[in-house]
């Protein structure tokens, strides 16, 4: 048997819905905010920092360290942790600060 947070807590969450990440199509349910949606279809990183291009990702997932901040709908800097998924959301990784197309 194989357990799951969901089950752990005996919840029912209702029908899954489908979002995008990079144009992928990733599974959500209700409830789970993007970083957990993601996290659940396997994908670990979203974010690349502006001075050296290193993959991010969530750590600390309360919302506390920015490292998981991604392109939520066309808005950068969205914290994955916390935005909850909704029907539709298209994720895109984010790179550097998410405003590298105002540059001068």
Do not use: K
């Amino acid at each position: 048997m194989t357990r799951t947070p969901a089950s752990l807590v005996r919840a029912e969450p209702g029908a899954p819905y489908e979002i995008t990440f990079d144009g992928r199509s990733v599974r959500a349910l209700p409830g789970q905010t993007v970083a957990a949606a993601l996290w659940a279809a396997g994908i670990l990183s979203w974010r690349t920092t502006r001075v050296n291009g290193a993959a991010r990702g969530v750590f600390c997932g309360i919302g506390a360290c920015y490292d998981c901040l991604a392109t939520v709908n066309g808005r950068p800097n969205q914290r994955a942790c916390l935005v909850p998924a909704r029907p539709g959301d298209a994720i895109t990784t984010q790179e550097g600060t998410g405003h590298d197309d105002l540059a001068v």
